[in-house]
């Protein structure tokens, strides 16, 4: 996938109208150019892991461990031997994934929740936004581990518990939106030509909302990457040997003093792939508020 | 608002006058059904040819008409997928509904109509948007035609574009329009018979002509005597005062605080149109012995 296609294909999401005016020059494209550029990196890196990884992710070579960067071993092995370019290559089959899935899931939930709740006011209103309000007057990592604790932790547990949390924001973030557009004059001469509610909402009221959850939803990517790579440093997410940044650095960190340089690949990948999504969220919010 | 009550025939305009603040929109909601959730209960019927309207109701329709061009058109859809909305609620769907959009369009005046239909709101003028509201309203075909100053937005000549194509619209189609406008020029212009409304309420109304010549209310001949003249080489004269807030009327004539005509039993005055006129009526009490001008203060 090339970053032109991405770029196009998140263009895609975006409404209409922001695809027929012609593209600004300047900062806000080198934004988002370089952000699309990055994650572009990283999903190449997932899609063509076996291609690029000199080793296997968990082949094991126990004469050659902790052996620092050489011509072998670009980054060096692990304490059981194991290649950790490779092993940073191949956690981007999880960490991505995973993520993505975990800001999806949630993100669609609750911009539909924000749009029922907002269109329609009244006790829809009331009902979803103070479940909601429920939800939001947790402490996120208590419940995040309350839910964890009770369906176990792995992949799966980590998409839900987020998707239990997330959807609050999209809601409140959809529905405020909503408020506002709901207002406008042509979303009245649609209910006044007797257009059914089902086609208002999604052919007038979310066109012009969506943009809102796009945006919040990149930065919603780097969020979750590291909630996900928090989860399994400490030991409640994704778990050996599947290769996993957050759990590169916890298997890095007893050897911070002896061998500072295990713990650097994953973490700058985190951030790297961090910075990536933050760009993108950044440049697409600048197009909206001029 | 109360007590709003006023009759449209098939082929006329009526024109709703009156400051802001004093209704009219507000009645145009109440007629179409969709109040803001903010307003207080309200009561009241809607008949359409006799029979009572929904504005969920497929057989009889009403088409309406914003002021502000820029928020009455969907930025995200070109012009020619908003008018079809409004063919598919009348059942017309496919070829058919394209061909009935572009002839909406010549209906309503504007030129190349086909590269039109592929126009965002963007790429059109604020004229012309008007022009593609109004063949949105006009696609579902509607009976009645409901325009919240539409004109008030646009220049003057293009103001006057519009009042053209809604004159002819009306003659043509037998369209009933009701006109609500800040503008007694404008309203002058258009409409058949006015209702002035103040407060919540219609202080005067029949046919135009009469009314503007000769008022039968002082609030009537006070908004004439406001208006801008070119010619008169004076200041158009206010209204002393301000209008009352809503939940805050005055007793009586909810006019007498401001009216310079007020006598003290003015404030106990109750609120009925009384009949002044061939089709006319005024809430005034004492529309008998004033004598009301329709006022070139310098004549």
């Known amino acids: ?290 | 608002m109360d007590g709003v009550s006023f009759e449209v025939r098939g082929g006329e305009c009526f024109g709703l006058a009156g400051e802001s603040g004093a209704g009219k929109s507000l009645t145009l909601r109440a007629v179409i059904g969709l109040l803001p959730p903010s307003t207080s209960l309200a009561r009241g019927t809607v008949l359409l040819r006799g029979e009572p309207y929904h504005a969920r109701s497929r057989a009889q329709r009403m088409g309406m008409v914003f002021q502000e061009p820029k928020t009455s058109l969907n930025p995200l859809m070109r012009a020619g997928e908003m008018i079809r909305e409004g063919l598919r609620v009348h059942g017309v769907r496919g070829a058919h509904a394209k061909r009935s959009a572009i002839a909406l369009l010549q209906e309503v005046g504007i030129e190349d109509p086909e590269l039109r239909l592929r126009s965002f709101p963007h790429q059109l003028s604020g004229g012309q948007r008007q022009r593609v509201a109004i063949a949105m309203a006009l696609a579902a075909e509607p009976a009645v035609l409901l325009c919240d100053e539409p004109t008030t937005a646009l220049d003057v000549p293009v103001q006057e574009r519009i009042l053209q194509l809604l004159d002819r619209l009306r003659i043509e189609r037998g369209l009933a329009i009701v006109f609500v406008s800040h503008d007694l020029a404008v309203i002058g212009r258009i409409a058949q018979r006015i209702g002035v409304m103040y407060a919540g309420r219609i202080l005067e109304c029949g046919p135009a002509t009469e009314v503007l010549a000769r008022p039968c209310h002082p609030y009537t001949e006070r908004l004439l005597a406001s208006l801008p003249r070119i010619d008169a080489g004076m200041p158009a004269r206010g209204i002393l005062g301000e209008p009352p807030s809503p939940g805050r009327w005055p007793s009586g004539c909810r006019f007498h605080p401001r009216c310079a005509h007020a006598k003290p039993d003015c404030s106990q005055a109750p609120y009925v149109l009384m009949d002044c006129g061939p089709d006319r009526q005024s809430a005034c009490i004492y529309w008998r012995e004033l004598e009301l001008t329709a006022q070139r203060e310098c004549a």
Request: charged share 15%.
């Open chain 1, 1 to 290: 996938m090339s970053a032109q296609g991405l770029q196009s294909g998140i263009l895609g999401l975006m409404s209409r109208e922001e695809r027929e005016q012609p593209r600004q020059a300047g900062a806000g494209s080198l934004k988002l150019r370089t952000g699309v550029g990055i994650v572009a990196l990283f999903a190449l890196a997932a899609l063509l892991a076996p291609l690029l990884s000199p080793y296997a992710p968990d082949s094991q070579d126990l004469l050659h461990t902790l052996t620092g960067p050489s011509a072998q071993h670009l980054l060096g092995t692990d304490v059981v031997g194991r290649d950790v370019l490779s092993r940073v290559i191949y956690a981007t089959r999880t960490d991505l994934p995973v993520a993505a899935a975990a800001v999806l899931i949630p993100a669609t939930a609750g911009s539909l929740i924000g749009l029922v709740a907002g269109y329609f006011g009244r006790l829809t209103d009331t009902a979803l936004m103070r479940t909601a309000d429920l939800i939001l007057a947790f402490p996120v990592y208590v419940l995040v581990l309350a839910l964890i604790a009770v369906i176990g932790p792995g992949v799966g547990a980590i998409i839900l518990a987020a998707s239990v949390v997330d959807w609050v924001i999209y809601a409140r973030l959809v529905r405020s939106e909503v408020l506002r557009v709901k207002s406008l004059d042509y979303i009245t001469a649609a209910r006044a030509s007797g257009l059914p509610h089902r086609r208002i909402l999604f052919r007038h009221v979310l066109p012009n909302v969506i943009h809102q959850p796009v945006i919040y939803m990149m930065s919603d990517m780097v969020l979750l990457i590291l909630a996900l790579s928090s989860l399994s440093f400490l030991g409640i997410g994704v778990s050996s040997p599947t290769a996993e940044w957050g759990r590169m650095i916890a298997e890095a960190e007893p050897f911070l003093r002896l061998h500072p340089w295990l713990i650097l690949p994953p973490g700058l990948a985190i951030v790297t792939v961090g910075i990536g999504f933050a760009l993108i969220a950044d440049a697409l919010a600048d197009r909206y508020r001029t």
